[in-house]
């Protein structure tokens, strides 16, 4: 790359590789989760019930590798289409980033809503998806939450609903990631939560077994006592996003004034 400076070079190409090789490793986990489930062709993949967190990772996968392999080839054959080509999807991925923080501020009650609404959705599915059931795990352990807006949503499961045909024998109940730890317990009871909600409301509610807050208000109330973590992730993929965008931005000017040099 002789002519480009030479300290920016080896920068932009070391990012960007770095990211290809993240990506790459993103799609590996994809497939590996997807032939662990045993899905391995687009139409067994799309009957899956409910949110399948995979494509999230797929998604992601696809975006990073992208954005590497152009990165990295571009820096390398001093391609300014293919650094012009980062620069601009990584800007427009900073400018969507911003534009969904804003309108989240702005329309909190109807994203409040969706959120709710998705939960639900996909309490349908938590049986059917081990992925998507591990996911709604996580999420009540950490949130200590039970269901969407309280543990009553997990009714619109097969599994747990209250009706008579429910032959499960975790009817009206809740799933283990809704009880409360118990100190004494070295061993998981994933068996706590049956026949929970089969008592009174108010009997669960005031009940010391399982958590009665929904996930969407835990989240509430977390974020506020956790805003300052949160900004700090945000200013940290921001800066990341805007550095790699002036490394690119960069090489291409030394790209360029060094062909406009050739002309003369």
Same mark, same amino acid.
């Given at each position: 790359m002789a002519g480009i400076d030479v300290a920016l070079a080896p920068?932009?190409?070391?990012?960007?590789?770095?990211?290809? /090789?993240?990506g790459a490793g993103l799609l590996a986990i994809t497939f590996w989760a997807w032939n662990e489930k045993g899905v391995l062709n687009i139409s067994s993949i799309t009957e899956l019930n409910g949110f399948d967190p995979v494509w999230v990772v797929l998604i992601v996968g696809v975006?990073?590798?992208?954005?590497?392999?152009?990165?990295?080839?571009?820096?390398?054959?001093?391609?300014?289409?293919?650094?012009?080509f980062f620069s601009i999807i990584i800007g427009t991925i900073f400018t969507? %980033?911003?534009?969904?923080?804003?309108?989240? &501020?702005?329309?909190?009650?109807?994203?409040?809503? @969706?959120? %709710?609404?998705?939960?639900? %959705?996909?309490?349908?599915?938590?049986?059917?998806?081990?992925?998507? @059931?591990?996911?709604?795990?996580?999420?009540q352990k950490y949130m200590q939450c039970c269901g969407a807006?309280?543990?009553?949503?997990?009714?619109k499961n097969a599994y747990f609903n209250c009706s008579l045909e429910n032959a499960s024998r975790e009817?009206?109940?809740?799933p283990f990631s809704c009880c409360l730890p118990d100190p004494a317990q070295n061993v998981v009871n994933t068996q706590c939560g049956y026949d929970i909600r089969s008592k009174t409301k108010g009997t669960v509610k005031d009940s010391l077994v399982i958590y009665t807050k929904g996930c969407v208000e835990a989240f509430e109330d977390w974020l506020p006592k956790n805003i300052?973590?949160?900004?700090?992730?945000?200013?940290?993929?921001?800066?990341? @996003?805007? &550095?790699? /965008?002036?490394?690119?931005?960069?090489?291409?000017?030394? /790209? %360029?004034?060094?062909?406009?040099?050739?002309r003369y």
């Open positions: 920068d932009v190409v070391t990012a960007h590789h770095s990211l290809r /090789i993240t975006l990073t590798f992208v954005l590497g392999f152009t990165g990295c080839i571009g820096a390398l054959r001093e391609n300014i289409c293919l650094l012009k969507l %980033e911003l534009a969904a923080g804003i309108l989240a &501020f702005v329309f909190k009650d109807w994203v409040k809503g @969706q959120v %709710e609404t998705f939960f639900r %959705e996909n309490i349908d599915g938590y049986r059917k998806d081990i992925d998507l @059931q591990n996911l709604v795990d996580a999420v807006a309280g543990y009553d949503d997990w009714d009817r009206c109940g809740v300052y973590v949160v900004a700090g992730a945000f200013l940290v993929i921001a800066f990341l @996003q805007m &550095f790699s /965008i002036y490394l690119a931005r960069s090489l291409i000017s030394d /790209i %360029e004034a060094l062909k406009s040099g050739w």
